[in-house]
């Protein structure tokens, strides 16, 4: 589908402005064509939107409540009246197939009104009279956020930190990916519509914009989703100002599949497979690697194949059938393909899964050929490094304490799943170490934006959706109204 280029603007204290420098972005389906152009900021645009955050929230930290919910509903009705336009813009610049792309708007609407239905709960203050006197613990905004945003699920990861924000009384500064700027950038913009100037600003670039978002003595708090490499980074450039950080890296999930995983049942499978492959593998919490129980691996694998079959149909986002689209970019490609040729090297063997719909996009688009790797060793690169792309290595244990050790032993713990007997595997998952774990369910289909998300040890630092994504934009603050009884231990 070739339709005309698209501008969108970044916004700084509620201006429209575009910019002599351009980001490019081009159609994975189809690289010559090009979707549309963002705004390459400069470091200057990028102080400049700093500035205009901080001098917004000397007054937008006073707003009332009731007015940002206001504000917010109007933006989601106004999100949800665009949204077939804003799906179909999603899909062309991001790859994803459009049903993915709706999903996404979907999943971000879900969690905008989650947190529009819940900022007081979270945040409300509490009057506690007590018999050591009286306290008032309120729950403050922190200051100008920086929210720097990947290319996977451009929309639903910066709404996820726009809508708290904004309602708890913050202003931010977006910088979304320079490989997927466009949709999230006209949602981005419907939103800063309905707040006052300065509350939300949005700049685009890559590093450079991103070192000021980090290092800037403006910003307050810093709201990171992204690579583990990248976050090593940015903690270094917060670390002169000491800001507050919630950090949603990297991945290397693990499926573990119990001896009592029933095989013959196929809506288990089916949603083995799409935990796989979804995005074309492209999502933090996707499964990573598969570890099957050695009794049940033969007849494991030979119902994967099947229901991967089935359920996997690539080609063009726009065909009606297709579930898996292109890679997002040509770098994701080569390197999905680098591991997937070293375990090939070291005598893996490679299975090709599902059907081609469209044979000819293949080679001038940025497709692959979703795969499933056998017989890799449990130390190669497939399985100990996050391959965000579509293929994965499914691998037979032995016991239980072995597979949780190797699933322990990794430096990520973002998500997880067991796959059994329900009892059998709530007991294994106790002793997973992760931010989430789910039982005979994986990836998307197991989040629910009710609960926190995030990871532990490299796979991130706090948590975002459920009650804990929108305190996390609040400092608590505690005044404190004893009764004056001297302390015994203090003389005279
Ligand atoms: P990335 O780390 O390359 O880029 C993320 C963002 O950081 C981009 O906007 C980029 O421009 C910016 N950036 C790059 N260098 C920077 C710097 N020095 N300072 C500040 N910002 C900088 O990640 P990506 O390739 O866009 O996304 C893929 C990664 O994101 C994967 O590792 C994936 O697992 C992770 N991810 C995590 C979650 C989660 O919730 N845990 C969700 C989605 C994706």
Redesign the pocket.
């Known amino acids: 589908m070739s339709k005309e280029p698209i501008s969108v603007n970044a916004i700084i204290n509620g201006e429209k402005i575009q910019t002599d420098k351009k980001i490019t972005r081009e159609n994975p389906t189809h690289p010559e064509q090009i979707v549309g152009y963002a705004p390459n900021n400069t470091r200057e645009e990028t102080i400049q939107a700093i500035d205009a955050a901080y001098e917004a929230f000397k007054t937008w930290k006073w707003s009332d409540v009731d007015d940002r919910i206001a504000r917010m509903n109007r933006a989601i009705q106004k999100i949800k009246d665009q949204l077939p336009e804003i799906a179909e813009l999603l899909s062309r610049e991001h790859g994803k197939a459009l049903y993915d792309a709706q999903g996404e708007i979907a999943i971000s609407l879900m969690w905008m009104e989650f947190a529009v239905e819940n900022v007081k709960k979270a945040t409300s203050p509490e009057e506690l009279n007590h018999e050591n006197g009286r306290t008032i613990i309120s729950h403050d905004p922190i200051g100008v956020v920086s929210a720097?945003?990947?290319?996977?699920?451009p929309i639903s990861?910066s709404t996820i930190k726009i809508a708290p924000a904004l309602l708890t009384g913050n202003t931010m500064v977006l910088?979304?990916?320079?490989?997927a700027p466009l949709a999230v950038s006209l949602v981005t913009e419907i939103i800063a519509d309905e707040f006052p100037a300065g509350v939300l600003n949005l700049v685009n670039g890559?590093?450079e914009v991103?070192?000021e978002?980090?290092s800037n003595p403006k910003i307050a708090k810093i709201a990171f989703?992204?690579?583990?490499n990248?976050a090593k980074?940015?903690m270094k450039?917060a670390s002169d100002t000491i800001k507050n950080m919630t950090l949603?890296?990297?991945?290397n999930d693990a499926a573990i599949v119990l001896e009592d995983f029933d095989v013959n049942d196929e809506r288990a499978l089916r949603r083995m497979v799409i935990s796989n492959f979804l995005t074309a593998g492209q999502i933090?919490m996707i499964a990573k690697r598969v570890y099957v129980h050695r009794s049940i691996y033969d007849a494991f694998v030979e119902k994967y194949i099947e229901a991967a079959n089935k359920w996997i149909k690539v080609g063009d986002p726009f065909h009606p059938d297709v579930t898996v689209g292109p890679v997002n970019n040509k770098a994701q490609v080569n390197y999905v393909n680098s591991l997937v040729e070293d375990a090939k090297n070291k005598g893996a063997k490679i299975i090709p899964l599902g059907t081609i719909l469209n044979p000819e996009l293949m080679d001038n688009g940025y497709f692959l050929q979703p795969t499933l790797v056998l017989g890799a060793d449990v130390h190669d690169r497939v399985v100990v490094e996050?391959q965000?792309g579509p293929t994965v290595p499914i691998l037979p244990f032995d016991d239980e304490e072995e597979v949780i050790n190797l699933h322990n032993e990794s430096i990520y713990g973002?998500t997880s799943s067991v796959w059994g007997e329900e009892e059998h595997a709530l007991k294994v998952a106790r002793r997973i170490e992760a931010g989430t774990t789910m039982i005979n369910t994986a990836a998307v289909q197991g989040l629910d934006v009710h609960f926190p998300f995030g990871?532990v040890k490299q796979?991130?630092v706090g948590r975002e959706y459920g009650l804990d994504g929108i305190k996390s934009y609040t400092e608590t603050h505690v005044i404190n109204v004893p009764t004056m009884k001297e302390l015994p231990y203090i003389p005279e």
């Not at 989703?225 to 583990?228: F, L, P, R």
């Not at 949603?248 to 991945?251: T, Y």
């Open positions: 720097i945003t990947p290319w996977n699920y990861l910088k979304p990916s320079p490989f890559d590093a991103g070192v978002l980090t989703t992204g690579g583990t990248t980074h940015i450039a949603e890296l990297g991945g933090c996050e965000f973002l990871g796979s991130g």
